[in-house]
């Protein structure tokens, strides 16, 4: 302390200004840390400067909650590496990290995050795509990539025995590769690492590796810093986080660490678009570098946006590297070359750092990538020109992009919606992987277990290369509760392969459904059935029927008509048209109910809907949208295409027109009751999961469920209906 603080200091004591005194001691400290932590704690000596007007002595403040109401052993680091049984303990103090993270930005998260409505601006992206892994899904992810690369290679290996998560054959047997590796060689990249969560566990895995083969805790830990771990985000804050863990990380095995002045592998994502060009006269003279130069600047336009889906070039990164150094110590002959170097000379540096952690090939990637569906901007125009056959969702884009980050053998491992496995807009992925890739092991989750995501979850491993052993999948669809049930039940079937949500399914036979679901559970005989049999889109074709566009103005329920003004009981359009009438009976979906209700609402659909097909908005675009008018007023078996619990389907008679929530199909008015009643069957039931396991059923997924005519029992069935 300076002879001013120390008597500020007092001054402050004596006139019992303890949250000032408090205020000063804290940015004392932090600049005491920029020392060791510089991309943490920047330096500043005015005492007033701190966003956060935090108070020591307020019992409703942050210091009094984060003493008072955290357990003491989340805020520490493992004293032991191993549980009881020998494997590798998660680390509370990461996940304290991580979660406070979440809550901070979580009411932002909520505020743009909404599926249903409205695009991600580029300013809130890195809040709206901000997700804490949970623990356990990290050592699943790490180990069955990390863990299984190095297995692999090295038969002798005993790092198989503290993996907790660690997914084998039924048989036992792990298929080795014959290569020699080093543990240097296990580069392990996160190019989504929020606060770091992912690349903490990651660290404590490559520790046993390098203890595997003779390196003391001290070196490891600074060869893991150096060589291993890379990691990437757009979001600073979380980066800022990343690096804190991962360096206390280094520090918890090495107590000098911070002081050894290692270099770290870490980024956040900065763009160019603050550089009009990258050459400066009289100081960027070597015309070969100023290539790779420009390079970057043409490359990390938008990457704020864009983020690491970017694919960059090989290059001689280092040589630019010192190439930018010369500059840097070359005299500054006039004002123009202080102001590049400040401003141009500063980006260029970081740009080369990222564009050297991105344009590597890792053995290991490893993410929780965003969840995003709803795109503007340059991120949507990047994604739809570079990524389009996996634009269905940010996370698909990168499971793609991530393939391209491997080395040929590598793994692939993330946590993502499960609906990638199943439904029609991902079918472009699925196909790229059975063609080029392979399933290594994969946990479908029980569809509620993630409340965080609000949606469906799955984790998995993908190998870089073309399939050598069947894919290891646990299904949790029958499990409900947290994300704490789903872990037992993961450790159950590792423990216990014979139970019945452990499969072991070759990638070939999902070419036996159209569409190629995912469906590792379906047994031989469903499988056969949807190549040799006839489907619901033969025999029953399904439409979509009226959209209205706004349906307070054109549906009304049926009590609140008079019943003079309804048409019932009319064959078609024409029919409907000829009757006068205004309002005629229709479906609209609704809750759950089988075979027959579900008939609330009538919709006017006066002079064959005139008023309807001719609803347009201000500028003139039609804004409804009557479709497959040919099937209004059939008889039909009609059902709702978002549901909670299992399909149902009711039977309509003549006389309704359809919703396209309320989704029809039309068979024979013969055979209509034996199609409902096989619809309405359990065999329908898992023909339907197999198609689309989610909340919702389309239209294209019911067409493709296979159905049997069985002339023998046709009559029976029928009169049962």
């Given amino acids: 302390f300076t002879s001013y603080e120390q008597d500020r200091i007092i001054q402050l004591k004596d006139d019992n200004q303890l949250d000032e005194l408090f205020r000063m001691l ?159 060689d296990l580069t392990f990249f996160d190019p989504c690492m929020g606060s770091g969560h992912i690349l903490v566990y990651a660290f404590d895995v490559l520790m046993e590796i390098y203890r595997e083969v003779g390196y003391s805790d001290r070196d490891a830990a600074l060869s893991i810093v150096e060589n291993n771990l890379f990691g990437m985000d757009i979001d600073k804050r979380a980066y800022q986080l990343a690096y804190f863990a991962v360096m206390m990380k280094a520090r918890s095995y090495n107590r000098r660490a911070l002081t050894k002045g290692i270099s770290n592998n870490l980024a956040v994502v900065e763009e160019s678009n603050s550089i009009d060009k990258f050459a400066c006269n009289g100081l960027t003279t070597d015309s070969e570098q100023n290539k790779i130069g420009e390079y970057l600047v043409e490359a990390y336009k938008d990457a704020q946006e864009i983020g690491t889906l ?30 590049w170097k400040n401003s141009t000379l500063s980006m260029m540096c970081q740009l080369v750092r990222q564009a050297q952690i991105m344009s590597k090939k890792y ?153 190629v679901p995912f469906a590792f559970w379906a047994s031989e005989r469903i499988r056969k059935a949807f190549k040799e049999c006839d489907c619901i889109g033969k025999i029953a074709p399904p439409k979509q029927g009226l959209a209205t566009a706004d349906n307070d103005r054109f549906l009304r329920k049926w009590y609140e008509i008079d019943n003079a003004s309804i048409g019932f009981g009319y064959s078609c359009c024409d029919e409907a048209l000829e009757s006068k009438k205004k309002w005629f009976p229709y479906n609209k979906g609704g809750a759950f109910r089988r075979w027959y209700g579900n008939r609330e609402y009538v919709v006017n659909w006066e002079n064959d809907g005139y008023e309807i097909k001719n609803f347009r908005d201000e500028k003139g675009k039609l804004r409804s949208r009557p479709q497959n008018l040919q099937y209004y007023f059939r008889p039909s078996i009609t059902w709702s295409d978002i549901t909670s619990a299992s399909f149902s389907g009711r039977y309509s008679e003549k006389g309704f027109i359809f919703d396209i929530k309320g989704s029809s199909g039309f068979p024979d008015e013969k055979i209509l009751p034996y199609v409902l009643g096989f619809l309405n069957s359990s065999v329908s039931q898992k023909c339907i999961k197999i198609l689309n396991p989610t909340i919702t059923t389309q239209v294209g997924d019911m067409a493709r469920i296979p159905v049997i005519l069985d002339e023998e029992k046709r009559t029976e069935i029928i009169e049962r209906v």
């Fill in 363 to 515: 053995a290991v990637v490893c993410t929780n990538p965003p969840y995003i569906n709803k795109l503007e901007g340059q991120l949507k125009k990047f994604v739809n020109d570079n990524y389009k056959p996996y634009s269905g969702d940010l996370f698909s884009a990168f499971i793609y992009r991530n393939f391209n980050y491997c080395k040929p053998d590598g793994y692939s491992a993330f946590m993502t919606p499960f609906v990638w496995l199943f439904i029609k807009s991902y079918q472009d992925l699925r196909y790229y992987i059975l063609e080029n890739k392979s399933v290594v092991t994969l946990v479908q989750m029980e569809y509620s277990a993630f409340e965080e995501a609000t949606v469906p979850i799955c984790t998995f491993v993908l190998s870089n290369q073309r399939e050598r052993t069947n894919g290891l999948y646990i299904k949790l669809s029958e499990f409900k509760g947290g994300m704490d049930v789903q872990r037992i039940k993961v450790l159950e079937a590792i423990e216990n392969q014979k139970c019945k949500y452990f499969y072991e399914t070759p990638l070939k036979n999902y070419y036996d459904i159209e569409g």
């Fill in 26 to 184: 804290f940015i004392k400290q932090c600049n005491k840390l920029h020392d060791i932590l510089p991309e943490l704690f920047e330096k500043t000596d005015d005492y007033s400067e701190l966003l956060l007007t935090i108070s020591f002595t307020d019992p409703e403040g942050i210091i009094h909650h984060l003493i008072n109401d955290i357990e003491d052993v989340d805020f520490r680091i493992n004293d032991e590496m191993y549980t009881d049984d020998g494997k590798i303990k998660a680390d509370g103090q990461v996940e304290i990290i991580g979660w406070l993270y979440q809550y901070y930005i979580s009411k932002k998260h909520d505020e743009i995050v909404n599926i249903y409505k409205g695009t991600v601006k580029k300013a809130d992206i890195p809040a709206a795509t901000q997700l804490f892994t949970t623990d356990w899904v990290v050592r699943y992810m790490v180990d069955n990539s990390l863990g299984r690369y190095w297995i692999e290679r090295n038969p002798q290996s005993k790092l198989a025995e503290k993996l907790e998560f660690f997914v084998t054959p039924k048989n036992g047997e792990i298929q080795y590769v014959d290569e020699k590796v080093n543990p240097i």
């Fill in 310 to 339: 970017q694919t960059v070039a090989a290059k001689d990164y280092d040589k630019f590297t010192e190439y930018l150094y010369d500059i840097s110590i070359t005299p500054d002959v006039d004002f123009s070359m202080t102001i």
